[in-house]
Structures are given as C-alpha cells and as structure tokens.
C-alpha cells in the first residue's frame, strides 16, 4: 500500500494535464502542489490505516519464531508464557475463535505440534501468552517443561473453524474441561471488553480440584464485573469441605440448569479431554441440542 504515493509522484509528471479539460487554465505549479498534498493525504491515511489495523505477526504457512520473555509458573503442572512479538507496536493478528499451532520436540527429540489458544487479544500490544497445562507424559508439555526465558517457540496461524462476530448468538453456553478453557477465555474477554456486544455467556468448568482452575482469578472478576451478561458454574470431581459449585462429572442436569436452552439463536461450545468431549456431545443431543447448536473446539 506504501508504494501507492510513490507510484503517483513517478507516474503524474508523465501525464499530459492539460489534456483534462477542468485543468487547462491551471497553473502547472500550483497542479503539482495539489498532486503533491494528495500524495501526502494517501501516505497519512495509510499510516492511519495501519494504526487502526496493524500488521499480523503470523503466517499461516509457515512457522514463526516468538521469543520466551517470560514465563511465570502458576501451580505445580501449570505455567503462563508470555512472548515478545516482532516489535512493540506489532500485533499478532489472531482472529477471535481462532488458535495457533506450536511445534516442539517431545523427550525423544522426536517433532511435536499441537493446538494452543492465545489467552491475550489482539488488543494486546507487542506480546501475546499462553497458559500452559503441562502433563507428565504429554510430548508438547515436555517442551514447554524445558523452555527458559529467551528461547523460541515456532508458531504457525491462524487456524481453527470457529469464527465469532458480535451477535451472532443471543448466548453461549460453554462447557470446558481443563486447560479446554483457553478457547471459551479468548472469546468470553473478546465479549464481556466489548460494551456493544449483547451477547450472555453460561460457562460450565470442570476440573478435579480447586488448584486445578485455570484462571479462576481472572473468570471470577468477570462474573463479578459483568454478572448480566456472564455466569462461570464450576464442577469438581474433588471438592474441598466448602463447595458451593457442582460435584462429580458435569451431568446432563447441570447442563440443564447452567445453560441456555436449545433454541435457534443459542451455541453451545465444547473443548475439554477427548472423553469428556464425547460424553458432553451425548449429554446435548439427549437435551434436544441439535448438531447446529453444538461447536466442538
Ligand atoms: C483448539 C485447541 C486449543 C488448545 N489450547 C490449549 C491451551 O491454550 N493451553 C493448553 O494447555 N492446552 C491447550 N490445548 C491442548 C493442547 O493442544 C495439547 O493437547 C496439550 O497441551 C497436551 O499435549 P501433549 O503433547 O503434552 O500431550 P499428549 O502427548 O498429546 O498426551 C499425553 C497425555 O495427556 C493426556 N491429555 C492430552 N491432552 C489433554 C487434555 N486437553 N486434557 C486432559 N488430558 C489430556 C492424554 O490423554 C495423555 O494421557 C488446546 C487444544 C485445542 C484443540
């Protein structure tokens, strides 16, 4: 877009201006002023373009590489990476709805590649972060175990089939397991940041223990903050003595009571350990959810 006023100052001495009949009693001088302030007018508006909508920092073709600037260790098997991007004004340009692929190398040495969501916007300036559920035995997490500050990570995106645009469902429901709560944070902070965005959020978290809620802060501010327009119901399989959430697996009664009923103009999206998935699929068909109405991440 650049090359754009260049393009015309190279081009314009060429041109015969008085051959246009609105030009000939011009003076020549004053029409090169006035070519010149329009090079300049398209040069401001494209550098004001670009304020508006800053180049994305990836590619999704090829891996990227962002580097590790912080990393800050949440609880025994999870952390939270922060990564520079290319510079401080860059973005990474990740649609909402969307994730990216990391590649690593496993505790063999062997290629790895798996899906993370981005917990930061594109209204995050300079950096993005990911937060990480590390596994004992899982191939990514050993890479992630072993990265320190400074070191790279290859990055390739946008990816994914979700799309989101403000209203396109009178509500959400969204039933997470574990670290499956990236995809629905990314969306429920796009939503609830946006004060013309309508759209209410039924968020259903299951997790084995309190230490295992990712982000609990963070979600617990926002039912606080946007109690209209954002509900978080969480389920424990190991609840401590005082436990006002759900127990056990989440059942179809919960799913019941925590999320918005099937209807036309309603979702219900889904990311969690592949059982959990699967069992959730069954909970909603059962419910009269129909395959429209479902989304799973
Ligand atoms: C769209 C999308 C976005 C995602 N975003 C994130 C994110 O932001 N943060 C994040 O930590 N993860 C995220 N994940 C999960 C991530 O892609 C990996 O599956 C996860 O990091 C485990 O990979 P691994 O190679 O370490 O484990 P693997 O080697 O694939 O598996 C090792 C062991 O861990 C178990 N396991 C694997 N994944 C899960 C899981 N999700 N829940 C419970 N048990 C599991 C397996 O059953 C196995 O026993 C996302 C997944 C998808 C599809």
Known sequence: MLELPFNMALRFPKLDFKSFPFTENLNPELLGHVVALVAVGFTAAYIYYRAKHPKGSLDPKNF???????????????????FALPTPSSVLGLPVG???????????GEEVMRSYTPITLDSNIGYFELVVKMYPNGKMSHHFRQMKE???????????????KPGQVRAFGMIAGGSGITPMFQLIRAILENPKDKTKVHLVYANVTVDDILLKEELDNFANKFAQRFEVYHVLNKPPEQWNGGIGFISKEIIKSHCPEPAQDIQILR???????????????????????QFEF
């Open 64 to 82: 990227k590489e962002f580097k590790l600037i912080k990393k800050t260790q949440l609880s025994h098997n999870v952390a939270r990476f922060k």
């Open 98 to 108: 969307k994730n990216i692929l990391a590649r690593g190398k496993d505790s063999q």
């Open 271 to 293: 990311c969690g350990p592949p059982p959990m998935n699967k069992a959730m699929a069954t909970h909603l068909d059962a419910l009269g959810y129909t395959s429209n109405m």
């Open 150 to 164: 400074g070191d790279f990570l290859a990055v390739r995106g946008p990816k994914g089939r979700f799309t989101y």
